[in-house]
Structures are given as C-alpha cells and as structure tokens.
C-alpha cells in the first residue's frame, strides 16, 4: 500500500505543477490581450485626431477661398471642429503665392454677369500653405497641407497681384 500511497501523492504534485503552468499561461495570454487592445486604442485615437486636424485646416482653407484671398496676407483662424464653443484647432494659412499665370483664351459661357472681362483675362494659380494645431493640446496634432487653386483675374489685376 505504501507504493499506492507514494503515486497518489506524485501524481497530486504533477497534477499541481501542469495547473501551475495552465495558470502562467492563461496570465500570459490575458495580459499580451489587454497590451494589444491599449496599442490598437492608441492607434485608433491617433487616427482620429489626424482626421480633426485634417478636416479642420480644409474647412479654414474653404473659408480662405471662399472669400478674395488675392493679395491678403497671412491668416490664423480658429475652428471649432465638434461645436462646442471651444476652439479645437488653430490654423496658420500662409500668403498665398501666385506660382502661374496664363492668358485666358475664352471666357466660358456663364448665365451671371461678369462685369468688364475682357481678352485681357488670365488664369492665375495659387499655392495655399496652411498647417492645423491642436490647441486644446489634448493630441498634439498637426497636420499640413498645401492646395492649389485658379483664380480668374483681370490684367490690371494680374499686374499688381501676380507679377
């Protein structure tokens, strides 16, 4: 009976040994989960705030050329990306710079009143530099973006704006 006793009590120990083992290896795998999870969130938050930044130096630029930008200098608007009141982001548009000028052959048909265009038109293109900051600085985001845009002008205007 002695020897029935003695592997009872070895195979009790193995039996310990094997769920000691289990246990490390179910920690392992929760805590490998759970950093995962922290990266991915992380990721996605960045993601996001990129997004914010993007989304509000496009709407700063909308602004700009929504407006006659020609000839204005540089601008720092703000924008309030979620509506809260608050100013999310602040946005430095550079001056424009006018890169290219060229005549302008024909005038489109068009059903509104242009005015005193003549020949003497040219399609004028112009570089916007503009660059969104968190300002809140909860992300620290910054995003830059340059876009191009036609401009319609006059010669006379062509002269002073785009030499």
């Known amino acids: 009976m002695s020897s029935r006793g003695f592997a009872t009590r070895q195979q009790r120990g193995v039996t310990l040994v094997v769920a000691l083992i289990m246990l490390l290896l179910l920690t392992l795998l929760v805590s490998g989960a759970f950093s995962l999870s922290t990266v991915n969130l992380k990721a996605v938050g960045n993601v996001q705030a990129r997004s914010e930044a993007l989304a509000a130096v496009n709407k700063a630029l909308a602004d700009v050329i929504s407006t006659s930008f020609v000839g204005a200098g540089a601008q720092t608007p703000n924008v309030d990306i979620n509506n809260d009141g608050t ?71 062509k002269k002073i704006e785009c030499p």
Request: aromatic share 4%.
């Open 87 to 157: 100013n999310d982001y602040s946005v430095t548009i550079q001056a424009p710079t006018c890169i290219r000028a060229t005549i302008a052959d024909a005038v489109a048909p068009s059903s509104v009143s242009l005015g005193a265009l003549s020949s003497d038109t040219w399609n004028t293109v112009w570089l916007l530099d503009a660059t969104a900051t968190d300002s809140s600085g909860g992300s620290g985001a910054t995003v830059n973006v340059r876009t191009g845009v036609r401009v319609l002008l006059t010669d006379a205007e």
